[in-house]
């Protein structure tokens, strides 16, 4: 078993809302444009320690410290607190920030963006926030400054994602 599938409760996994399914039936998957409202209470129980301080009170692990900046393996990334896939390993890249860098999220012709920016003047700074368009979680920053064809940089916490390997 993975770091990551030990890191996922089974009992999140067994929630209704959360997506589930093989590499090929999540890289299938359309976003209608759902939603996931739990409380923080809710979330508490759900996610572990860790996951609740980065996806809902958003948080920054340190850098190369998560599971997924190295990863290079084929598959998907999805939300970890409700499954939505946000991310193929087709487009993660070596940005030696030492956080999961990504040039674009998924994005199916007629969907709902499945990720959504907001403006992040925390620590000083003037940050574009990114959170999961589903259930509002926290997963990190994107930032102008990516290689083609976006020139965008999506940096991601390791915490906030689950990796689903095409192998699987
Ligand atoms: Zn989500």
């Known amino acids: 078993m993975d770091k990551q599938k030990e890191t996922v409760s089974k009992e999140l996994l067994e929630q209704p809302f959360y997506i589930k399914g093989s590499y090929k039936e999540l890289s299938e998957y359309i976003y209608k444009g759902d939603k996931v409202n739990l409380t923080d209470q809710e979330w508490e129980h759900l996610l572990n320690d860790w996951q609740f301080y980065i996806l809902r009170n958003k948080g920054t692990e340190r850098a190369f410290s998560g599971k997924y900046y190295n990863n290079k393996e084929k598959g998907i990334y999805v939300c970890a607190a409700c499954g939505l896939p946000l991310f193929l390993s087709e487009t993660k890249y070596e940005s030696g920030s030492g956080w999961p860098s ?67």
Do not use: W
């Not at 040039?103 to 920016?117: A, C, H, V």
């Not at 979680?137 to 991601?156: A, I, M």
């Open 102 to 168: 990504f040039y674009q999220p998924i994005k199916k012709e007629g969907e709902p963006l499945r990720i959504r920016e907001e403006m992040d003047t925390s620590y000083g700074m003037i940050r574009t926030e990114i959170l999961c368009n589903r259930c509002g979680s926290h997963l990190g920053h994107v930032f102008p400054d990516g290689p083609p064809p976006t020139g965008l940089r999506y940096c991601v916490n390791s915490a906030s994602l689950r990796f689903i390997s095409e192998s699987e």
